[in-house]
C-alpha cells in the first residue's frame, strides 16, 4: 500500500522543503551559494525565537532541552571566530582581511553549528527532508540526459558565471553554471552538477542516498536512490564510492548492536579477520595503491599540501595558525594551503585551537547519534551522515561544503532533539 503524501506543516519544514527542491533553481540563477547561509541563519533565528517562547507554552508544546552535543557545536563554531580573530592578529593581516573573512566564518563554519541547532529545537521531522531529496532526485533525472549529451553534440561546459557572484566567495565556481568539465591529460567528460566540483557532487550524492534509503514509498525510495547513484559515478568520485561501500553497513551495523545475532554474527568474522590480517593488510595495501593512482597527480599535489601545511603549521603557527589559506608553490600547481584536507586546513589556517574545536563536537556527536540509534531509526541516519562527514574531512574542507550538505546537519540536530528526550522523561518509540 503506498505511504500517504508527507507534507510539511511547520514554517520550517516549509522552508526546508522547498529549499531542497528548489536545488536546481537555485544552481541555475547561480543562488545555491547564497541561500545555504541564509537558509541556516533564517532557521537559527526562528530556533532562537522558539526558545524564547517556550516558558509561555505548554510543557508537551515546548521544545526538548538542548543535547551537550548541540551546547559543543554552537561553543565550538564560536571558538572558530575568535580563533579566526586572534590569528588575523597574530598575522598582523589587518582589519579588512579579519572583516573578510569573520563573513566566510559566517557562510562556512557556523553553519556547522546552526543547523544542527535549528534541527535539535524546531518541530522538523526527518520524513520531510527525505522525501524533498526523493523529489529532486525525480528533477534530477530529467536533467541528467542533458549532461551526458553536452559534451558530445558542442555544447560549452562552462555556460556563465551567475552576476550574483557579486555578493562573493572562495571564488567563480561557487556561482558557476557548468554542464561539464574535461579530465587533464584524458580529455574525457566529467560532471559536478550544483556542486563547485566534481568530488564534492559526489559527497552530496551519498548524503542523498542515505536519505533516500529512508524513505518509505518504494516509488520515491527507487528515484531518490537512482538519482544518487547516478550523481556518484558521473561525478567519478573515488571516496564517494569508498564511502558508498563503508558508510551505510556501518551506521546500520551499529545500530544492531543490542540484538544477539549481530554479536555471534561478528564473533568468527572477527577470528577470521584475525587468521587473515597478512593478506588482508596486503589486499589494504593493494587497495590504496590503486586508489591514488586512479589520478596520480591529483593525489601528489593533494599529499604535498598535507605535508606543506604541517610543516608551516609545526613550525611557524602550532597554536592559532596563519589566519588564512595562502597560495603553494609550482609543486602544487598553486593550489591555496590549507585546502583539499580539513583537518590539514585547521592546523595551518586556526591552529591547534582550530582542530580542537571541531575535533570536540564531532565526538560527542559520534556518541550522541551512536547511542540514539539503537532505538530511533534518525540516530542510524545520524551516525551515517557524522561518517560521511569525517571521511570526506580527509578530503575536502567541510566548512566550504556545508551550504550543500546542510541536510545532513539538520538530521544530526534532529537526532539530538531526540537524544534529549529518549535520556529524558519522554520516551520514544524504538527503530
Same mark, same amino acid.
Given at each position: 500500500?503506498?505511504?500517504?503524501?508527507?507534507?510539511?506543516? +511547520?514554517?520550517?519544514?516549509?522552508?526546508?522543503?522547498?529549499?531542497?527542491?528548489?536545488?536546481?533553481?537555485?544552481?541555475?540563477? /547561480?543562488?545555491?551559494?547564497?541561500?545555504?547561509?541564509?537558509?541556516?541563519?533564517?532557521?537559527?533565528?526562528?530556533?532562537?525565537?522558539?526558545?524564547?517562547?517556550? #516558558?509561555?507554552?505548554?510543557?508537551?508544546?515546548? #521544545?526538548?532541552?538542548?543535547?551537550?552535543?548541540?551546547?559543543?557545536?554552537?561553543?565550538?563554531?564560536?571558538?572558530?571566530?575568535?580563533?579566526?580573530?586572534?590569528?588575523?592578529?597574530?598575522?598582523?593581516?589587518?582589519?579588512?582581511?579579519?572583516?573578510?573573512?569573520?563573513?566566510?566564518?559566517?557562510?562556512?563554519?557556523?553553519?556547522? $553549528?546552526?543547523? #544542527?541547532?535549528?534541527?535539535?529545537?524546531?518541530?522538523?521531522?526527518?520524513?520531510?527532508?527525505?522525501?524533498? @531529496?526523493?523529489?529532486?532526485?525525480?528533477?534530477?533525472?530529467?536533467?541528467?540526459?542533458?549532461?551526458?549529451?553536452?559534451?558530445?553534440?558542442?555544447?560549452?561546459?562552462?555556460?556563465?558565471?551567475?552576476?550574483?557572484?557579486?555578493?562573493?566567495?572562495?571564488?567563480?565556481?561557487?556561482?558557476?553554471?557548468?554542464?561539464?568539465?574535461?579530465?587533464? /591529460?584524458?580529455?574525457?567528460?566529467?560532471?559536478? &552538477?550544483?556542486?563547485?566540483?566534481?568530488?564534492?557532487?559526489?559527497?552530496?550524492?551519498?548524503?542523498?542516498?542515505?536519505?533516500?534509503?529512508?524513505?518509505?514509498?518504494?516509488?520515491?525510495?527507487?528515484?531518490? @536512490?537512482?538519482?544518487?547513484?547516478? %550523481?556518484?559515478?558521473? +561525478?567519478? +568520485?573515488?571516496?564517494?564510492?569508498?564511502?558508498?561501500?563503508?558508510?551505510?553497513?556501518?551506521?546500520?551495523?551499529?545500530?544492531?548492536?543490542?540484538?544477539?545475532?549481530?554479536?555471534?554474527?561478528?564473533?568468527?568474522?572477527? %577470528?577470521?579477520?584475525?587468521?587473515? $590480517?597478512?593478506?588482508?593488510?596486503?589486499?589494504?595495501?593493494?587497495?590504496?595503491?590503486? &586508489?591514488?593512482?586512479?589520478?596520480?597527480?591529483?593525489?601528489?599535489?593533494?599529499?604535498?599540501?598535507?605535508? @606543506?601545511?604541517?610543516?608551516?603549521?609545526?613550525?611557524?603557527?602550532?597554536? &592559532?595558525?596563519?589566519?588564512?589559506?595562502?597560495?603553494?608553490?609550482?609543486?602544487?600547481?598553486?593550489?591555496?594551503?590549507?585546502?583539499?584536507?580539513?583537518?590539514?586546513?585547521?592546523?595551518?589556517?586556526?591552529?591547534?585551537?582550530?582542530?580542537?574545536?571541531?575535533?570536540?563536537?564531532? @565526538?560527542?556527536?559520534?556518541?550522541?547519534?551512536?547511542?540514539?540509534?539503537?532505538?530511533? #531509526?534518525?540516530?542510524?541516519?545520524?551516525?551515517?551522515?557524522?561518517?560521511?562527514?569525517?571521511?570526506?574531512?580527509?578530503?575536502?574542507?567541510?566548512?566550504?561544503?556545508?551550504?550543500?550538505?546542510?541536510?545532513?546537519?539538520?538530521?544530526?540536530?534532529?537526532? $539530538?532533539?531526540?537524544?534529549?528526550?529518549?535520556?529524558?522523561?519522554?520516551?520514544?518509540?524504538? $527503530?
Amino acid at each position: 500500500m503506498a505511504t500517504p503524501a508527507i507534507a510539511p506543516a +511547520s514554517p520550517a519544514e516549509k522552508l526546508i522543503s522547498w529549499a531542497i527542491q528548489s536545488t536546481w533553481l537555485l544552481w541555475i540563477v /547561480g543562488g545555491l551559494y547564497i541561500a545555504g547561509p541564509v537558509l541556516g541563519w533564517g532557521l537559527a533565528t526562528l530556533a532562537f525565537i522558539a526558545i524564547y517562547v517556550a #516558558p509561555n507554552l505548554a510543557p508537551a508544546d515546548r #521544545p526538548p532541552p538542548l543535547h551537550p552535543a548541540i551546547h559543543l557545536w554552537l561553543l565550538g563554531m564560536l571558538a572558530m571566530l575568535v580563533i579566526l580573530i586572534i590569528g588575523h592578529f597574530q598575522n598582523d593581516l589587518g582589519i579588512p582581511k579579519t572583516i573578510k573573512s569573520s563573513i566566510g566564518w559566517a557562510k562556512g563554519w557556523a553553519l556547522m $553549528a546552526l543547523f #544542527p541547532f535549528a534541527g535539535a529545537i524546531l518541530a522538523i521531522r526527518p520524513e520531510v527532508i527525505y522525501r524533498a @531529496i526523493c523529489r529532486l532526485g525525480l528533477q534530477t533525472l530529467l536533467f541528467i540526459p542533458l549532461f551526458l549529451v553536452a559534451p558530445f553534440i558542442g555544447l560549452p561546459g562552462l555556460l556563465y558565471v551567475s552576476p550574483l557572484k557579486i555578493v562573493g566567495g572562495s571564488g567563480p565556481e561557487y556561482f558557476a553554471v557548468i554542464l561539464y568539465t574535461l579530465e587533464p /591529460g584524458a580529455g574525457t567528460p566529467r560532471w559536478q &552538477f550544483f556542486a563547485p566540483w566534481s568530488p564534492a557532487a559526489g559527497m552530496i550524492a551519498v548524503v542523498h542516498i542515505l536519505c533516500a534509503i529512508e524513505e518509505k514509498d518504494r516509488k520515491w525510495k527507487a528515484i531518490g @536512490i537512482l538519482a544518487g547513484l547516478l %550523481l556518484a559515478l558521473l +561525478s567519478q +568520485s573515488r571516496l564517494a564510492l569508498v564511502a558508498l561501500a563503508i558508510v551505510w553497513p556501518t551506521a546500520y551495523g551499529v545500530s544492531r548492536l543490542r540484538e544477539a545475532w549481530v554479536w555471534f554474527a561478528v564473533a568468527p568474522a572477527v %577470528l577470521g579477520l584475525g587468521m587473515l $590480517a597478512p593478506q588482508l593488510h596486503a589486499l589494504a595495501d593493494h587497495a590504496v595503491y590503486k &586508489f591514488t593512482s586512479a589520478r596520480a597527480d591529483s593525489s601528489r599535489v593533494r599529499a604535498a599540501l598535507g605535508r @606543506i601545511a604541517t610543516d608551516r603549521w609545526r613550525n611557524e603557527a602550532p597554536w &592559532f595558525g596563519h589566519g588564512i589559506v595562502e597560495r603553494g608553490p609550482h609543486l602544487v600547481e598553486y593550489m591555496p594551503i590549507g585546502s583539499h584536507h580539513t583537518w590539514f586546513g585547521l592546523l595551518f589556517v586556526k591552529g591547534l585551537t582550530g582542530a580542537v574545536a571541531l575535533v570536540v563536537p564531532m @565526538i560527542a556527536s559520534f556518541w550522541m547519534a551512536a547511542r540514539l540509534s539503537l532505538c530511533d #531509526p534518525v540516530g542510524r541516519v545520524a551516525l551515517a551522515m557524522l561518517l560521511l562527514l569525517t571521511l570526506y574531512s580527509f578530503g575536502e574542507n567541510l566548512e566550504i561544503l556545508a551550504y550543500l550538505y546542510w541536510p545532513a546537519l539538520i538530521l544530526v540536530g534532529i537526532a $539530538a532533539g531526540r537524544a534529549s528526550q529518549a535520556y529524558g522523561s519522554r520516551p520514544i518509540n524504538p $527503530a
